[in-house]
């Protein structure tokens, strides 16, 4: 069975520095892959999100992400991120089990705090 | 830009009570999810719908879960008998080609 690991909790960054939160997924094929945010009260938004072909893909918001196959990674940066960045961001894998059903599975989500 | 709308936003019931959360997936969309997040923990599968049938259910989704798309265009979510370890944030979601939007989420409180 699928699973996704976000090994960081909790961020802490600066208004303007850059930002790198960090995905590991664990599944026997290539899965596609998504970040989503969720700010505080709303609903779980779809950032971006890998297929295939090229492994750095781009997002809303300024947003990108880097499929590693080699590390099982899909790592979400920000060259300089904004106050309102701040918010819980969840890795997805979009994956199928008995053949033909498919489902996501989240990882536990990364809190963002963005200082002034 | 169309999007999944889902009613209530907040849910308070007693336990042992029946509530039917609902959700409005965007119209060109086939597939249907609900996810459920309990508080501080990761969202999490409960059952797929395609074809006015479950796809799949995981183990949460019990005898007291139901899913139905009564009119082509609602799909509800209904918990017969509510128990305390029902309360969670609830999350409808539609697909088309493998991406998946959500709803804001029904907050479902059981006391």
């Known amino acids: 069975a699928q699973s996704v690991t976000q090994p960081d909790i909790h961020i802490t960054v600066s208004e303007g520095a850059s930002l790198e939160l960090r995905c590991n997924y664990s599944y026997g094929a290539t899965p596609y892959l998504f970040w989503y945010v969720q700010s505080p009260g709303q609903g779980l938004q779809l950032l971006l999100k890998y297929f295939s072909g090229d492994t750095l893909v781009q997002g809303i918001k300024g947003f990108e992400a880097e499929f590693k196959r080699s590390q099982s990674s899909f790592n979400l940066r920000k060259p300089s991120v904004h106050w309102s960045d701040a918010a819980e961001y969840f890795c997805?894998?979009?994956?199928?089990?008995?053949?033909?059903?498919?489902?996501?599975?989240f990882g536990k989500g990364t809190l963002l705090t963005v200082n002034p | 830009e169309p999007e999944v709308t889902q009613t209530p936003s907040h849910q308070v019931t007693q336990m042992g009570q029946e509530v039917i959360l609902r959700c409005v997936p965007i119209?060109?969309?086939?597939?249907f999810y609900w996810y459920r997040q309990i508080l501080g923990q990761k969202v999490e599968f409960l059952v797929s719908f395609y074809n006015n049938e479950i796809s799949e259910k995981s183990e949460i989704f019990d005898d007291q879960f139901s899913v139905e798309r009564p009119d082509g265009s609602n799909f509800t979510l209904k918990i017969r008998s509510t128990k305390l370890e029902d309360s969670a944030m609830y999350f409808c979601a539609s697909e088309r080609d493998y991406e998946q939007y959500f709803g804001p989420g029904t907050r479902l409180t059981v006391t």
């Open positions: 119209s060109n969309h086939l597939y």
């Open positions: 997805a894998v979009g994956a199928w089990s008995g053949g033909s059903n498919y489902k996501l599975t």
